[in-house]
Structure formats: structure tokens, C-alpha cells
């Protein structure tokens, strides 16, 4: 079979049309390759401690869990929503026609900087980074502040293998992102809806969580402009605004970083921005959501259904005042 090993695949070739496909077909095979292996492992923190957790079963138990990559018991949403229904500003404001507007986008070659307070600051070329840990499909819910919800398959590894190749100083508290501001390529980085570059941030305990994903891919398939390509944060226990797109700029710093949401409107979007049912946006009830695809509305869920793996993060935090 013509399928690359990922250490085959010279960045210098990665324009060319038949080894893109071909990349399409390496995750594919990844992901089914790495899931045989790891499945047993992720079953079995699941059922002890995962989201169905025993009623009866010590909230101390739960805490000194490994935190449990959760397998989802609901729908996926299908391909067709999940890239024909997106946020991603800087191409249009009008959810359903971001993807043809970012139809042409160019994201090859692309380089993401991982710097600041780390002793091995590092320019990545996309396809080195995509190297340092093998592709994981992770089935996970979003939400978005919005009040719609979906469940996506990405495909990604932990963002924490990238940040242990760089080594974070001790000085580090949070980390900061930022994507690619192209008004060539970009509509809508021209126009002043949003200050630009998009940035976003995460303390960094919650960068560092096993359930805080890059994600290079969707569905099995390389991740397709509209929702972020070549690679997007995924931290599925917060609103989807956390989860910046297009990534260039990864900085450890020292400080709660800006925020493109909070500068845009500190009442609505605070840093920390978890899902929860029980503290509103101005305009938009949290306390259902619209899944889409479904008919009627759910009940959203403390943490978007990852209290489990999470809430010990925020202990002793009034969630009212830092939300
Ligand atoms: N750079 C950038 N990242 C972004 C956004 C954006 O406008 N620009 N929108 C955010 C919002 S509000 C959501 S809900 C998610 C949507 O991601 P999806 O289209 O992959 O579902 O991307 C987030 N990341
Ligand atoms: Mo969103």
C-alpha cells in the first residue's frame, strides 16, 4: 500500500497533491492501528471511574482516578453539519458560509512557534509537530456559548506531548495561542468585528490535561479549512470559543493572558469560560442547548459532561466570578 510512514514525509512534498491524499489515508490507518492497542486501556479507566461512575462510588475515589478519555454514548453529528455550520470569524460571520469562503485556504507550508518561558523554544513545521505523538480518535462533545451543541470525532494527540518537548519553565502559569491573521486569504481581518490576531489561553494545569487535545483532524480525515486546519485546540469542557483555530503561535507565560472574546466583551466571555449550566451569558440561557441534528433541547451539563475528569481543577474557585 502507498501509505507513508510519518517520518517518510519530507515537509518540502507536502504540497503535492497525491502525498495529501495519501495523509489522508496515514491517519485513517493510525487511528484504527492505535485504537486496537489503546481501547482495552481506555475501557477499563472508563468503566471504574469514567462518567458512569457507581452512584455510591466516593467523590475522593473519583478525584484520584487517572482522568478517563470517555467514550460517548450519543450520536456523532454527521460530517455534513459539522463543516457546513462554523464560527470561524476571520472568513465570515455567517455560520453556514464559512466553508465555501475558506475553500482556498492555503495551509501548506505552515510553521506553529512554541516559546516564551520554555528551555527549548522551538519553530515547528506543521508536519514535524504532527509527528511527536500518533493520532488519536477522540469522540467529544462541544458547546457553544451559542446554546447549540454537536459531537465531534477528532482526530489529535494531547497538547501536553507537545509541551513536554519544549520543557516549560517553572515561571510558566498559562499558556497563550494565537492563529493566522492572512487579510489576503481572510476577509474579514480587513474589517474591526474582532481585534486580530484571534487569541486564547489556558492556565496551564488545564493545558496540560489529558483531555486537552490538538486536533489535525475530523472524521478520519485530514481537518478541513473551515473547521481550523492544519490544527486547532480542543479542550472539551469549555465553550467552543476557547478552542482557537488555525494555530501559528503557542507562548508560555507568566500571566492570564488576553483573550479575543473577553477584549470583545469582558461581561460575556470571562478567561476561564467552562461549560456551566448554572452561570448565564447575558443573552443566551446556558442551562439547555440545541443539539444539532436533533430534534428538542438537552440539558447542558456541568463541565459539558466532564466534571469527572475536571472539577478538581477549579476547586475551592467561585465558578459566579471566574467563569
Ligand atoms: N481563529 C478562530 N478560532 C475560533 C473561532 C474564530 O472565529 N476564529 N470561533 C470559535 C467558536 S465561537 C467556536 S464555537 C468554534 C467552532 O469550531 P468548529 O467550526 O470546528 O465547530 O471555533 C472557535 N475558534
Ligand atoms: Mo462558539
Not at 495529501?20 to 490507518?29: E, N
Not at 455567517?94 to 495551509?107: C, F, G, L, R
Not at 497538547?159 to 513536554?164: C, S
Not at 474582532?194 to 486536533?215: C, F, K, N, S
Amino acid at each position: 500500500m502507498l501509505i507513508k510512514k510519518p517520518e517518510d514525509i519530507k515537509s518540502s512534498e507536502i504540497t503535492d497533491k497525491k502525498l495529501y491524499l495519501s495523509r489522508r489515508l496515514f491517519i485513517r490507518g493510525a487511528v484504527l492501528a492505535g485504537s486496537t492497542v489503546a481501547t482495552g486501556l481506555v475501557y477499563r479507566h472508563f468503566t471504574s471511574h469514567g462518567e458512569e461512575a457507581q452512584a455510591g462510588e466516593k467523590i475522593a475515589d473519583v478525584q484520584a482516578a487517572p482522568p478517563a478519555i470517555a467514550t460517548l454514548n450519543e450520536s456523532k453529528t454527521s460530517y455534513e453539519d459539522i463543516t457546513h455550520y462554523n464560527n470561524f470569524y476571520e472568513f465570515s460571520t455567517d455560520k453556514q458560509a464559512v466553508a465555501q469562503k475558506a475553500k482556498n485556504y492555503i495551509t501548506r507550508p505552515w510553521t506553529v512557534s512554541v516559546e516564551g518561558l520554555v528551555n527549548k523554544p522551538r519553530v515547528f513545521d506543521i508536519d514535524d509537530l504532527l509527528k511527536i505523538s500518533p493520532p488519536e480518535e477522540r469522540v467529544y462533545r462541544h458547546r457553544c456559548v451559542e446554546a447549540w451543541s454537536m459531537v465531534i470525532p477528532w482526530v489529535g494527540f494531547p497538547l501536553g506531548k507537545l509541551l513536554d518537548q519544549v520543557q516549560p519553565m517553572s515561571q510558566a502559569k498559562y499558556v497563550a495561542f494565537e492563529s493566522l491573521a492572512d487579510p489576503k486569504q481572510m476577509p474579514n481581518v480587513k474589517s474591526d468585528i474582532l481585534q486580530w490576531p484571534y487569541v486564547e489561553g489556558l492556565r496551564l494545569d488545564e493545558a496540560m490535561h489529558p483531555l486537552t487535545i490538538l486536533a489535525s483532524g475530523l472524521y478520519d480525515e485530514t481537518l478541513p479549512p473551515q473547521n481550523g486546519a492544519p490544527l486547532k485546540l480542543v479542550v472539551p469542557w469549555k465553550y467552543g470559543f476557547k478552542g482557537i483555530k488555525s494555530i501559528i503561535r503557542i507562548k508560555l507565560v507568566d500571566d492570564e493572558p488576553p483573550t479575543t472574546w473577553n477584549i470583545a466583551g469582558p461581561r460575556e466571555y470571562g478567561f476561564y469560560s467552562n461549560v456551566n449550566p448554572n452561570v448565564d451569558h447575558p443573552r443566551w440561557s446556558q442551562k439547555t442547548e440545541r443539539r444539532i441534528g436533533e430534534f428538542g433541547r438537552r440539558d447542558t451539563l456541568m463541565f459539558n459532561g466532564y466534571a469527572d475528569q475536571v472539577a478538581q481543577l477549579y476547586g475551592g474557585m467561585d465558578l459566579k466570578k471566574y467563569y
